[in-house]
């Protein structure tokens, strides 16, 4: 599974610290998420599609 | 952060009773003896940046432990379950091959198994978490 979120984050002005405050995890999760080495729970992807007001399949991509 | 606490309490008795250990034995150590305070303070170590790593988190305003870290030490513990189990066979296999004791062996299962958890978390920690 591939994501959007660097280009997401990029887009909205936010840093990895902020996105993972606005999600409540830790910073080094959104890193590795970005790096595709984390699979998030679907409650993480919801919250992450929340705070770019996207849909989860525009963020997340399912190969 | 009162996780935090309890590790540095932890980390603290632990080098106490090194320091009893070492300073109560009257004869100079042996190979195995060094090799344990070796993998004693690689854990304390690993144990301490633990500790500071929590630390660091609450002053940020993140939280200590979360989905992801949550995964990595449940993926720890059951790899290095996997892997101690192989020690202590091993440990079988070779008890009457080398000229330990029983209490000696036994501290070098531990030892093993904490080295082994120290380990798999780093590569875990690393690697990261994939659903594969």
């Given at each position: 599974m591939n994501n959007r979120i660097k280009e997401f984050r990029a887009r909205f002005k936010l840093t990895q610290d902020e996105l993972a405050k606005k999600v409540n995890v830790r910073r080094e999760t959104i890193v590795f998420l970005e790096k595709n080495k984390y699979n998030p729970s679907l409650k993480l992807a919801h919250d992450i599609a929340v705070v770019f007001s996207s849909k989860i399949e525009e963020i997340f991509i399912f190969d | 952060?009162?996780?935090?606490?309890?590790?540095?309490?932890?980390?603290?008795?632990?080098?106490?009773?090194?320091?009893?250990?070492?300073?109560?034995s009257s004869e100079a150590f042996k190979t195995f003896d060094v090799l344990s305070l070796v993998v004693i303070i690689l854990v304390v170590g690993f144990a301490l940046y633990i500790g500071f790593r929590r630390l660091t988190s609450a002053k940020r305003g993140e939280p200590a432990e979360d989905e992801m870290s949550k995964k990595v030490l449940l993926r720890t513990a059951a790899w290095s379950y996997y892997v101690s189990l192989y020690?202590?066979?091993?440990?079988?296999?070779?008890?009457?091959?080398?000229?330990?004791?029983?209490?000696?062996?036994?501290?070098?299962?531990?030892?093993?198994?904490?080295?082994?958890?120290?380990?798999?978390?780093?590569?875990l920690n690393f690697r990261g978490v994939r659903n594969e």
């Amino acid at each position: 599974m591939n994501n959007r979120i660097k280009e997401f984050r990029a887009r909205f002005k936010l840093t990895q610290d902020e996105l993972a405050k606005k999600v409540n995890v830790r910073r080094e999760t959104i890193v590795f998420l970005e790096k595709n080495k984390y699979n998030p729970s679907l409650k993480l992807a919801h919250d992450i599609a929340v705070v770019f007001s996207s849909k989860i399949e525009e963020i997340f991509i399912f190969d | 952060m009162k996780r935090a606490i309890i590790v540095f309490i932890v980390a603290a008795l632990v080098l106490v009773s090194v320091g009893l250990w070492i300073s109560s034995s009257s004869e100079a150590f042996k190979t195995f003896d060094v090799l344990s305070l070796v993998v004693i303070i690689l854990v304390v170590g690993f144990a301490l940046y633990i500790g500071f790593r929590r630390l660091t988190s609450a002053k940020r305003g993140e939280p200590a432990e979360d989905e992801m870290s949550k995964k990595v030490l449940l993926r720890t513990a059951a790899w290095s379950y996997y892997v101690s189990l192989y020690l202590w066979v091993a440990i079988l296999f070779i008890k009457d091959r080398v000229t330990l004791d029983t209490e000696e062996l036994i501290g070098a299962g531990i030892l093993g198994m904490a080295l082994s958890w120290v380990i798999c978390w780093l590569i875990l920690n690393f690697r990261g978490v994939r659903n594969e």
